[in-house]
């Protein structure tokens, strides 16, 4: 099946500092999206973003569909941002099933 | 507009027993999704309905089922709970069948089975 692999695992950073996270998929994908866990356990979407690039106040997003692989920027990182990201993927042909990578794990310190 | 909706938030079962959990999708969504979140497993998709019928399956085994009724609501049942079945349980919506749309995640119901 479709791999989903997502890099770093973890990250550690001082509050005002930008990163990028990196979402790897081992094929054709119809739906691409990044959310954020909260520490209730609820995921908040943050992208759908299949292709191209999207952004959000502080968040962006970018995904080369060809290339297979998709970036998360923060910038200028609050305290608030710390948790769990994902990045989750469903095939080309539409077993609406979203997979997930593991998740990168940010850690924002004040 | 409401979000997903998913009840009971905690729920505490013993080993053989039957657990049920309930979602409702965000209004004019017909697709409901259920996700298992255990620890150590990550995100696994268990089940896909739309418009009443099941569409598609995870890899679990028969005792997880679930219906979804006409208003688009929906259940999952557990049956015969195993310690293994303690997790955190997230259900979706989408706008449905034939749309390839984003999936928003109700706030889950967390499982724990002793």
């Known amino acids: 099946g479709i791999q989903v692999e997502q890099s770093p695992p973890d990250l550690i950073l001082q509050e005002g500092a930008n990163s990028t996270l990196r979402c790897n998929f081992s094929d054709s994908v119809n739906n691409l999206q990044w959310f954020h866990q909260n520490p209730w356990g609820q995921l908040i979407n943050l992208f759908y973003?299949?292709?191209g690039t999207k952004q959000n106040g502080r968040l962006s997003a970018t995904t080369v569909a060809t290339e297979r692989y998709s970036l998360l920027y923060i910038s200028s990182s609050q305290t608030t941002d710390s948790g769990v990201y994902f990045c989750a993927v469903d095939l080309l042909e539409g077993a609406q099933k979203l997979v997930f990578g593991q998740g990168t794990r940010l850690t924002i310190n004040p | 507009e409401a979000g997903v909706t998913q009840s009971p938030t905690h729920l505490i079962k013993t080993r053989g027993q039957q657990a049920t959990l309930r979602c409702s999708p965000i209004s004019g969504h017909t697709s409901v999704y259920w996700y298992q979140q255990a620890l150590g497993l990550g995100l696994q998709f268990l089940l896909w309905?739309?418009?009443?019928?099941?569409?598609n399956r995870g890899n679990f085994p028969p005792r997880f089922s679930g219906r979804q009724f006409p208003n688009y609501s929906s259940e999952l049942n557990v049956n015969a709970l195993e310690l293994e079945d303690s997790a955190l349980y997230l259900c979706?919506?989408?706008?449905?069948?034939?749309?390839?749309?984003?999936?928003?995640f109700g706030p889950g119901t967390r499982l724990t089975v002793l």
């Open positions: 973003i299949p292709s």
């Open positions: 309905y739309d418009e009443g019928e099941e569409r």
């Open positions: 979706a919506s989408s706008l449905g069948l034939n749309f390839y749309n984003e999936q928003f």
